[in-house]
């Protein structure tokens, strides 16, 4: 089925089609409900769709890919059918695929490092939800134009079994055609990413991931993949019984730990790689933080050098420059940095004190200038975007607004740091907004936003905060809770984020952002219910606020935020014509000075006072006769 632009698929309208595979087309289409989003529309083909297996296929990715919920694994919006057609809305990816990335120029150290993290940190998502990948390879992944990386293509996934269950296959007909069914001996995947006990058709785990991860990293550090043939017979004996090239034969300058990373990755033996893919993570963290250093001393000390060299009497120099005096020239050039400060503490004993003095001195600038990037350069101001519910369902909205609201609320109590209020953030609430764009429009250094999916008694929360300056990812996390344990998720949340700024808070003000308002969660969800309704204004949604919050007094009497909320929604209920002044006032005044002999420091009480005298009592008691009177 070929769809043309402007094309409706639900509430889906095309816009082009951007690609397709063995499973159907792939489009570019509009949201055109409230949301307003741009997705990308997967479609299934009509040979698929006649095929029992394959969609079941189909559908399973889509409620694999639905259950993970990580800042770098492609989003699923919803599996959908109308007209016997079925299809996957997920985000659109602005970008490439690592493929055409790596074939359009080559990485830098670096930059392969921080796309493996990337690649990485999404594997130990998908692994801590039980989810085995299977079919990682740079066709699956792809890189956006702000150089984040996203996952994608879970179609081969399937969830880890219980451990009594444990010991089927799973396979695929070859490098292209895939299967859902996990008969023994039958291969799933791509040949060239595959593990060796996935190629000969074996039991496989998470671990195959490593391997292929491992394949990934080879490719873009080496330009080509460790096991190769002329045809996939060939290619498989390879990976089952050849060790790769090392990396050293096929590229220079990379580091030795890298190396041994990589090979750890490809060992035949799963159990002789990588048992997590958080150990992985952990360690390619561990190298790129180490890179970062010796870059730094390297940069620090090429320094030194040079103003060492500027002390040499002029003879020296230009000897040194000569290119072609003598043999010793040539030595100079090829020499390693250590060589050439004995050679000039031997030939100049004058300057030995000098170049002791300026390298210390630059050890002490390098100590002084990490220790400044930890203290110095802290991140003093943030925005907390409104977090997405891609459950599909608009009845959690309270949660996702309640925990973007807990959280603002958490790190205002930081006096050191401007957080940008709820009423300014949640303008962009239901919209598909650029975190670096929102930073620049808003006027902060910091921006968080997460994403949060609920399926029954759970909730999967995923969070990032990007730096606006360089639009890079200071931190990001997936949490899978219960309902009912979420109480504790927003502070710590803030406190996270608070660390990543490299905020100095003082004991005190860590304990008003981590305070606790109650200990019964039952009551908290009832309370973010409220607030939820409060915040919708409206005459219906204020009488359910105040229904939540007396709801959350039953369930804990010494709430004072509960408290808070009720005094602020009967100071509404004259606006709404839900109540008289006479009643609601005095209403409000009770419940405001309650939550205040529970906890002085609240502001919203006192906000509710306010509406008090300003609203009814002042009005009660000024003079009828006054000037003031006689103008109102």
């Keep these: 089925m070929t769809l043309t632009p402007g094309a409706k698929l639900g509430r889906y309208e095309i816009r082009a089609k951007i690609g397709e595979g063995g499973m159907g087309e792939v489009y570019l289409a509009q949201d055109t409900s409230e949301l307003g989003r741009t997705v990308a529309l997967k479609i299934v083909s009509a040979e698929v769709a006649k095929d029992k297996d394959r969609l079941q296929r189909f559908t399973q990715e889509a409620r694999t890919v639905s259950n993970l919920n990580h800042p770098n694994i492609l989003t699923i919006y919803e599996f959908g059918q109308t007209d016997a057609v079925s299809f996957i809305a997920t985000e659109f990816v602005d970008g490439v695929t690592l493929r055409e990335h790596l074939s359009s120029r080559r990485l830098k150290l670096i930059d392969v490092l921080d796309v493996a993290i990337q690649i990485v940190g999404a594997l130990n998502a998908a692994h801590e939800a039980g989810v085995t990948h299977r079919d990682l390879k740079p066709e699956n992944i792809m890189v956006r134009k702000d150089h984040i990386v996203k996952v994608l293509d879970f179609g081969l996934a399937k969830l880890a079994p219980p451990p009594a269950a444990t010991g089927g296959s799973s396979g695929s007909e070859d490098a292209t055609r895939l299967q859902v069914n996990t008969t023994p001996g039958l291969i799933m995947g791509t040949v060239s990413y595959m593990s060796p006990e996935q190629s000969a058709g074996g039991a496989i785990d998470h671990r195959t991931d490593i391997w292929s991860a491992g394949v990934v990293l080879y490719e873009m550090l080496a330009g080509c993949v460790p096991f190769q043939g002329k045809d996939i017979h060939r290619q498989i004996i390879a990976i089952q019984e050849q060790e790769p090239p090392p990396l050293s034969q096929q590229v220079e300058g990379v580091p030795e730990r890298l190396e041994e990373i990589v090979t750890k990755c490809l060992a035949k033996e799963k159990d002789e790689r990588y048992q997590t893919a958080k150990d992985l993570l952990i360690d390619l963290r561990s190298l790129r933080r180490k890179l970062d250093v010796d870059a730094e001393i390297e940069r620090t000390v090429a320094l030194a050098f040079r103003s060492t060299s500027a002390g040499h009497p002029p003879s020296t120099q230009s000897a040194q420059m000569n290119a072609g005096t003598t043999a010793s020239s040539a030595q100079v050039s090829t020499a390693s940095s250590a060589e050439y400060v004995v050679t000039g503490i031997k030939r100049h004993k004058v300057a030995i004190a000098l170049a002791v003095l300026v390298i210390a001195a630059s050890t002490t600038f390098l100590w002084w200038y990490l220790h400044a990037r930890n203290t110095e350069a802290a991140i003093d101001s943030i925005a907390v975007l409104p977090f997405q519910n891609q459950s599909g369902n608009p009845g959690d909205e309270w949660l996702a ?232």
């Design 401 to 632: 607004d309640g925990v973007t609201e807990s959280i603002i609320n958490s790190l205002t109590q930081l006096p050191n740091l401007k957080v940008i209020a709820r009423s300014s953030v949640f303008r962009y609430k239901g919209k598909e907004s650029d975190p670096f764009v929102v930073g620049k429009e808003l006027g902060v250094r910091a921006v968080l936003v997460g994403r949060m999916i609920q399926r029954g008694d759970t909730v999967s929360i995923s969070t990032e905060s990007v730096d606006v300056r360089d639009n890079k990812q200071l931190w990001g996390e997936q949490y899978n809770e219960k309902v009912s344990d979420l109480m504790s998720l927003p502070r710590d949340i803030a406190s996270k984020i608070t660390s990543n700024l490299r905020l100095t808070i003082s004991g005190e003000d860590r304990n008003r952002m981590m305070k606790h308002e109650t200990e019964n969660a039952e009551a908290y969800q009832l309370y973010l219910k409220g607030r939820y309704f409060w915040n919708k204004r409206g005459t219906d949604s204020i009488r359910q606020a105040a229904q939540y919050y007396n709801q959350a007094i039953e369930k804990d009497p010494a709430y004072a935020l509960a408290y808070a909320g009720l005094a602020e929604t009967y100071s509404l209920y004259p606006d709404y014509n839900i109540a008289t002044p006479q009643d609601s006032f005095p209403k409000s005044k009770a419940a405001a000075q309650r939550a205040l002999e529970l906890d002085d420091s609240l502001a919203e009480p006192h906000t509710a006072l306010g509406r008090y005298y300003n609203y009814w009592e002042w009005n009660r008691l000024k003079p009828k006769n006054s000037i003031v009177a006689r103008s109102s």
